[in-house]
């Protein structure tokens, strides 16, 4: 159009040429003046309208500078024709790129991001974390999960990214579902889970150490109110069901029950809440073994750490140091109390056994709210180590932060099934049954359960005596303020 205009003026400039010639350059310009007309005829009219009084100029004005003031008009409005091609080029190549992001509803997280009495029920029941609190959460893990733009596609918010993680742990349900319903693709769902996780280890990685003072008294002082003067909590192990790994041996993770696992094992205080995790240990392993492993034991056998200050005083002015309540699956040594078993004689171990297992209830409470709310981690897993131990991580500190705040857990999400791969709990002991003859009938020599008399090291001369003083403090205590009642959280 440009070059049009630019001929024109060379022609007005120009001699006046012949006849014949003259009516050769008409015809070519009126041809190259349709051709541009047509080209923007649908978009934009003013654009078109100019066009014709430009070509129609030398026809209707025979003076020159008659014409002039229209063809400037006309390289002006061309120029600014130009601008607005090029602003639709540009919105033409920004939809062209969001064909790398596949269109998807997101219909619950549209739904989640409604407010109401109603809504927020809702909220709690996917992501098992209230409103006010999950956003103090979003906020200190933000900047860990903060994505930048790029020329292919904006980031995934970070409010999306934190509730697909919460509502993968919530409910166990497979990742192309759920990634489905909250708008992303499966590869990002993915990622969300790893990225929330070590973004939540590493802000509130301290909610899994133990309490300092007052903290600390107040954890002794309601334990030594149930007998057990000098107890800072119980331990104990639970497994994680996974798949049998792919590519190494499946004896190492297989346990006693027909499947195989991966063991935590657990520290928490008279409140349920968790002061000490391990994870990563392979199923067919002693929790007496998993024991040693920590650096809890090394630093016990050595005199240091949380079990190397404090204590109580007994009934009888002895003194005994700190020590958690643990089963019969650890050894009995001065900072791991545990029952008497079969081998009880008297009137007062059986006591002391009675108000043991009612105290260490609290971790068996501990992991059962743990699993109910974090459904997830009931049914198997796929064989990640490393992405099992950090979810694992990652839910303890979530569940510490639902007792700080005082969030109430549902007796709906703790007594339902509906989250459930959908087996009966009779179905489930069937099929692991059968699993574990048809497993052990490939393997008659596995020894999963290693026997406890085998371990040179099990127990102490010096445990078995802090025992003997704690059996009969707590046979006064229960004379004079009564037994605890059994099982309290059940």
């Not at 929330?196 to 990685?205: D, F, K, L, R, W």
């Not at 998993?290 to 090394?298: C, G, K």
Request: proline share 5%.
């Amino acid at each position: 159009m440009v070059v049009c205009k630019l001929l024109v003026i060379e022609e007005m400039d120009s001699p006046v040429p012949s006849a014949g010639s003259l009516e050769e350059w008409e015809d070519m310009l009126f041809f190259l003046v349709f051709a541009i007309t047509q080209w923007v005829h649908r978009r934009n009219a003013a654009a078109m309208v100019v066009l014709e009084a430009v070509a129609f100029a030398p026809f209707l004005f025979g003076d020159a500078v008659t014409s002039l003031p229209l063809l400037t008009s006309g390289v002006m409005h061309g120029f600014a024709l130009t601008s607005l091609a090029a602003e639709e080029l540009g919105r033409r190549m920004e939809r062209r790129r969001r064909i790398w992001v596949v269109e998807r509803s997101g219909g619950v997280w549209r739904y989640l991001q409604r407010v109401g009495s109603e809504h927020d029920k809702v909220f709690v029941r996917f992501c098992r974390l209230p409103r006010p609190l999950f956003f103090e959460v979003l906020g200190r893990i933000a900047p860990h999960i903060q994505r930048a733009p790029t020329n292919f596609r904006n980031p995934i918010p970070v409010g999306q990214k934190f509730a697909m993680a919460l509502i993968r742990w919530a409910t166990g349900g497979y990742y192309r579902q759920t990634s489905h319903g909250m708008g992303m693709g499966l590869a990002s769902a993915l990622c969300c889970n790893d990225e929330v996780a070590n973004a939540i280890i590493s802000e509130y990685g301290h909610l899994l150490r133990w309490p300092t003072d007052p903290r600390m008294q107040e954890v002794e002082n309601a334990l030594e109110a149930e007998g057990f003067a000098g107890c800072i909590g119980a331990i104990d192990c639970t497994h994680l069901y996974i798949d049998k790994p792919k590519g190494m041996r499946g004896d190492c993770n297989y346990h006693h029950i027909g499947q195989f696992s991966v063991v935590a094992q657990v520290v928490c205080d008279h409140e349920c809440r968790i002061t000490s995790v391990y994870v990563g240990c392979a199923g067919s392993v002693h929790d007496s073994r998993v024991l040693r492993i920590l650096e809890l034991f090394r630093e016990a056998s050595q005199g240091a750490g949380v079990f190397s200050e404090g204590g109580a005083h007994l009934h009888d002015d002895r003194h005994v140091g700190r020590y958690v309540l643990g089963d019969q699956g650890y050894p009995l040594l001065p900072w791991i109390m545990t029952p008497i078993g079969r081998t009880t004689t008297t009137t007062q171990e059986r006591t002391y056994d009675n108000c043991h297992s009612a105290v260490r209830s609290c971790i068996e409470h501990c992991f059962g709210r743990l699993k109910a709310v974090w459904r997830n981690f009931i049914r198997p897993h796929i064989s990640n180590m490393k992405t099992i131990c950090k979810e694992v991580m990652a839910i303890c500190i979530l569940y510490n932060l639902m007792i700080e705040h005082r969030v109430d857990f549902d007796p709906g999400v703790l007594d339902s099934s509906s989250d459930s791969n959908g087996d009966g709990g009779h179905l489930r002991h069937r099929r692991r049954r059968r699993d574990r003859h048809r497993f052990v009938r490939h393997m008659p020599d596995l020894n999963v359960e290693p026997m406890v008399d085998d371990d040179p090291t099990y127990g102490s001369a010096l445990g078995a005596l802090v025992c003997r003083s704690l059996i009969q403090h707590v046979d006064h205590h229960v004379a004079v303020h009564g037994a605890p009642p059994p099982y309290p959280w059940r």
